[in-house]
């Protein structure tokens, strides 16, 4: 029997969930399964993922073969890098503590970029929301000085008999 590491929908329509289980390869996409391994929601901004990262290790060292999407999950949450460091410790390349001071180090290092990029879309939520505010803000100026009656020009009373005595005058010659 050969088991898979792949994802299994739910959610309504237009709106997907997915677990990710380990699955016989022969069993339908949203049918049985061997084992919940873990949630990944693409719904959010950045996508939500929770992984069950010793069961998705022990499933790779006994063979599971994650589909393209999966191993793309498994790598983002460093289970790949867990296994991958756990074949080294296995083969003497690297003692159990190495390995977890590397992965601790690659934790870290994937945690300060995930809360970079939630403060740069923040800042962007932030930047979008201001320029739609002073949009509103100019086309309400716009709509309000529209509304506004013109003020009629009069002139002096005293001017216009000047100045049609002067075009009385002009019209003559």
């Not at 590491?5 to 399964?33: E, T």
């Not at 945690?111 to 949009?135: P, Q, T, V």
């Not at 309400?140 to 216009?160: G, K, L, T, W, Y």
């Amino acid at each position: 029997m050969s088991v898979k590491i792949r994802l299994q929908r739910h959610g309504k329509k237009g709106k997907p969930f997915y677990w990710i289980v380990a699955a016989d390869a022969r069993s339908k996409r949203d049918g049985k399964f061997l084992e919940k391994l873990g949630i990944y929601n693409p719904n959010t901004n950045p996508a939500t993922i929770e992984l069950d990262m010793d069961g998705s290790v022990k499933w790779l060292q006994n063979g599971a073969q994650p589909t393209e999407t999966a191993k793309r999950l498994l790598s983002y949450k460093g289970a790949m890098l867990k296994n991958h460091l756990a074949g080294g410790v296995r083969k003497g390349a690297l003692t159990e503590e190495q390995a977890e001071e590397k992965f601790t180090a690659w934790l870290e290092e994937k945690a300060s970029k995930i809360s970079s990029k939630e403060g740069d879309l923040s800042k962007a939520a932030e930047k979008a929301k201001a320029d739609a505010l002073k949009a509103e803000q100019a086309v309400n100026e716009a709509r309000i000085a529209a509304a506004q009656p013109e003020p009629e020009v009069v002139a002096d009373a005293e001017d216009a008999p000047a100045e049609t005595a002067e075009a009385a005058a002009d019209s003559e010659e």
